[in-house]
């Protein structure tokens, strides 16, 4: 048991619409990591938020952005739904700031399909 | 920028056969490498990490195996199990640093048939 849930674990949208993913972690995690996961694909790195400000970011446009809370649980927000954003959006929580490898847990995701 | 790839993307094998997966990246520099397993609504759970001074890691019927210089690993499975069956996937840090921002492989589907 990692500790980290997600939610909705289902979505479905239409295009143009936006939607937002919530990871909640164990109390401690104080970073953050949002992928997106393509049907048969590996995982892509979205962003990373640690102590509630974006510490990196992969090559995606600006209308996915995201929230961490004092409590560092985090929101990943789509505006503008494309049907290729249809994918497993997964997060990952660790309780050891952005360096930490081996502490790392990853939620279950949340399949989101736009039609 | 770093790639990883792996190979093959599916495998399918009898029970009790031992069977390597195969994980490869472009740029060598990299920090450490993590092979993980995906299970369908369960997300991902790291089974091994090699730091890259070593050359391998064991847990149990796992061994992972780095070449940094070839820019290759290797999970090594033994006795392979039905609850064997699942995605792995390897990784390596964004940016070859100390991060835990990470660039996956693609995946090997694997069906441990009993």
């Known amino acids: 048991e990692t500790g980290v849930t997600q939610s909705p674990t289902h979505l479905i949208k239409t295009r143009g619409q936006q939607v937002t993913l919530r990871c909640s972690s164990q109390s401690g995690h104080n970073t953050v990591s949002w992928y997106q996961q393509a049907l048969g694909q590996g995982p892509q790195f979205i962003f990373q938020?640690?102590?509630?400000?974006?510490?990196g970011r992969g090559n995606f446009p600006p209308r996915f952005s995201g929230l961490q809370f004092p409590n560092y649980s985090s929101e990943l927000n789509v505006n503008a739904l494309e049907l290729d954003d249809s994918a497993l959006y997964l997060c990952?929580?660790?309780?050891?700031?952005?360096?930490?490898?081996?502490?790392?847990?990853f939620g279950p995701g949340t399949r989101l399909t736009v039609l | 920028k770093q790639e990883v790839t792996q190979i093959p993307a599916a495998l399918s094998v009898p029970e009790g056969e031992n069977l390597v997966l195969n994980c490869s990246f472009t740029?060598?520099?990299?920090?450490?490498l993590q092979w993980f397993r995906q299970d369908p609504g369960k997300g991902l759970t790291s089974l091994l990490l090699i730091q890259s001074s070593q050359r391998e890691q064991t847990s149990g019927r796992l061994n992972a195996s780095l070449d940094k210089s070839s820019g290759r690993s290797t999970l090594y499975i033994a006795a392979s199990q039905p609850g064997d069956s699942a995605t792995y996937l390897c990784?390596?840090?964004?940016?070859?640093?100390?991060?835990?921002?990470?660039?996956f492989g693609t995946g090997t589907l694997l069906a441990v048939q009993p």
């Open positions: 990952a929580s660790s309780p050891k700031g952005t360096s930490d490898t081996d502490t790392q847990y």
């Open positions: 938020y640690y102590r509630e400000e974006e510490n």
């Open positions: 740029d060598s520099a990299i920090y450490n």
């Open positions: 990784a390596v840090p964004w940016a070859g640093g100390a991060t835990n921002k990470l660039i």
